[in-house]
């Protein structure tokens, strides 16, 4: 008899400690994370990974949200549309409420399609937080309720990059080469489409797309660029595959301006080194060296101990934590995690970053926020990715400046 009321006791005990770790893990707020984290593009997935893991980490310290902690949940897509839908499947089974992805406008549009489809069907709706993909038809053609898209999209940032380009004495001759995707092809279109208009002079000489993730040597590529007469490059590439192009100019000799999107981080001033001093330009809302007049030290606080954590991966996604920060507030302003009220919560939020005021548009769940047009040099305070050049600001914009007309008719939630 007296065994049993152990063994009875034991079994209480035990239930307890289960009912005790479900209740916690039931507390925690929950965001899968769907990158490429095997693969060409690995390098791309671990660095925001890392991003998201120290910027909930410090949310963490700080008391989390509403209480509650937050835990970002890696998900392996292999930089598939494919692979994303069937994790997008898993996540809805696991109850999980919000997503994040960012790297490949294919698999963006891919998940919103499927969150559209998954939302209308079933109570346990998901929000979808992009902070890189840019593809201009995910908040216009294909906007949704369920999408908010974090960084500026291509028309926004190649609107900038036109007029910057249209007057710089250095341009004459353009060349394109892009990744042969939706983000690719929408470099190439705005630019052949809107650059002439800026600037009837500039000639657009070559125009060259690649798969993605698959060229190991891009000296082909930069043989049609030197051909071509071209003084100035416009790329979107990203991860290895932007990487290794600046390599194989540098390694070439290859006396051009590039224009990138993602020339700052994620392995390209380590690649390129001092030959790319005064040869690489990027537009973002983020760099290490902001103007003076933005210099807020408790930024360098936040981002100089992950710098100098992790190497050569330095903090490069700013977005990352204004998208955080918005999400936060967005859950305490809703008082709620579920999704429809976070969403509600979000439209038309004004926020104001380290960087300037930024704002979700309720139109098209677009962000606006300040960007920079910025150029590697020695000059600068901060290295990037330990290789003794650092980016410098050229231009700047307020995120009024940035701002496109509105081309969305959003299906709303009833």
Known sequence: MLLLKRMALTMLLVLGSLFTLSAHAADTIKIAYIEPMSGPLANVGDAGLKHFRYKIEKMNEAGGVLGRKLEVIPYDNKGSPQEALVILRKIADEGISFITQGNGSHVASALITALNRHNSRNPNKILYFN?????????TSECSFWHFSFDANSAMKLNLFNDFIANSEDAKKVFLINMDYAHGHQISDIVRRELPKKNADIEIVGNAFHPIGKVKDFSPYISQIRSSGADTVITGNWGNDLS????????????????????????SPSSVGKAGEGRVVQITEYHRNLPLELEQEEVYDFVLPFDEKNGKIDWYYGRIGTQMDMLKAAIEKADSVDPVKVALALEGMTYETPFGEVTMRKEDHQLLQPLFISGLTKDAKYDAEQSGLGFVTVESYTAEETALPVSCDMQRPE
């Open 131 to 139: 902070y890189a993909a840019v593809d201009p038809s995910l908040t």
């Open 244 to 267: 290794l192009l600046i390599r194989a100019a540098a390694s070439a000799n290859l006396n051009v301006k590039f224009y990138t999107y993602y020339g700052g981080g994620l392995g």
